[in-house]
């Protein structure tokens, strides 16, 4: 399985990205997907997970209100719509794969596969 994240970049407080994670290897549709970000010098954290269908989604509190995780089964991507971005958002963005079709608390223990990341830097 190949998790390919793109989309990061530095940005400005208070803008917008849209990340994409594209996925291959196994059947897409069939596994929840999550994202998670790891700022220097902190412990990986969730930000944001998806079940196989879309229909459930979750968000940790830090950016809920202000990030929409999404997907398309048909294009094998997960999305992290970013709104509203804050310096302390800045991290490695990393997308996941779960093991199943829904994840629950803890989400990074359901995960079993992990994409490289991609940067997200947002300036004051």
């Known amino acids: 399985v190949q998790l390919q994240a793109s989309g990061g970049g530095l940005v400005q407080a208070g803008a917008s990205l849209r990340l994409s994670c594209a996925a291959s290897g196994r059947t897409f549709s069939n596994y929840a997907m999550g994202w998670f970000r790891q700022a220097p010098g902190k412990e990986r954290e969730f930000v944001a997970a998806i079940n196989w269908s879309g229909s459930n989604t979750h968000y940790a509190d830090s950016v809920k209100g202000r990030f929409t995780i999404s997907r398309d089964n048909a294009k094998n991507t997960v999305y992290l719509r970013m709104n509203s971005l804050k310096p302390e958002d800045t991290a490695v963005y990393y997308c996941?794969?779960?093991?199943?079709?829904?994840?629950?608390?803890?989400?990074?223990?359901?995960?079993?596969?992990w994409g490289k990341g991609t940067q997200v830097t947002v300036s004051s």
């Open positions: 996941a794969s779960a093991a199943g079709k829904v994840v629950t608390k803890p989400f990074d223990y359901g995960m079993e596969y």
